[in-house]
């Protein structure tokens, strides 16, 4: 069961808007749903929320470290309140998934993106859940650093909006420990098919 969500991304109004945010967006909106205030604490390095969902205490997390030290404000707070790496969601930005879908998955390896590199190295393991909120991917690799810090176009952030909606949805299974449902209901998460044009009328 997850019992800390972590969203990735970078403190400031320049970065608000930029792919890279896409965690952030996310947990915001977890906020939302959950009607919970994300506040800064300065023992924990981030935005926090706490609060009880069915019985359970939920926290919410977003390190305002910058990307690059995110594990630094992760750890403080999983080692605090003994939360387990399985226990935890880290929600990030990511290049291999298109932008409208998600992936979740656990464990693996950092795959080169510098938050969960930081947090891999503070928790010292990679064994935690991770939700990947397609960005897409610029094409070329000499791009990747401009691209994740850049505003989407307005189509790519309704579609990467849309997905975060879609994929809230299974935050009850999140929260229940029913993982192989979670995962179902975000890998199913598609974006609805556009609606063909309409005949011309005779």
């Known amino acids: ?43 924990y390095h981030g935005l926090v929320a706490r609060g009880t969902v069915h019985g359970q205490t939920v926290w919410l997390l977003e390190p305002l470290t910058f990307m690059n030290l995110s594990g630094r404000s992760v750890a403080a707070l999983a080692r605090f309140y003994k939360i387990a790496p399985e226990e935890i969601l880290v929600v990030h930005d990511e290049l291999d998934v298109v932008p409208g879908q998600a992936k979740l998955k656990f464990g693996g390896s950092h795959a080169g993106h510098n938050g969960l ?3 891999h190295a503070q928790l010292g393991t990679g064994d935690y859940w991770r939700l990947r909120v397609g960005i ?20 790519q952030r309704e579609q990467i909006e849309g997905c975060i909606e879609r994929t ?4 009850p299974a999140l929260l229940a420990g029913e993982m192989d449902k979670a995962t179902l209901i975000v890998h199913t998460s598609k974006p609805p098919r556009p609606k063909p044009p309409r005949p011309p009328e005779a």
Not at 168 to 171: I, Q, R, V
């Open 117 to 119: 590199r930081d947090i």
């Open 136 to 155: 897409g991917h610029p094409g070329v690799k000499a791009e990747v650093v401009n691209w994740v810090l850049k505003k989407p176009s307005p189509e």
């Open 1 to 43: 069961m997850i019992k800390l969500f972590v969203g990735l991304g970078n403190p400031g109004p320049e970065y608000e808007a930029t792919r890279h945010n896409a965690g952030f967006w996310w947990v915001d909106a977890l906020a939302r749903d959950l009607k919970l205030h994300l506040a800064h604490d300065k023992g």
């Open 168 to 171: 809230l949805k299974a935050t």
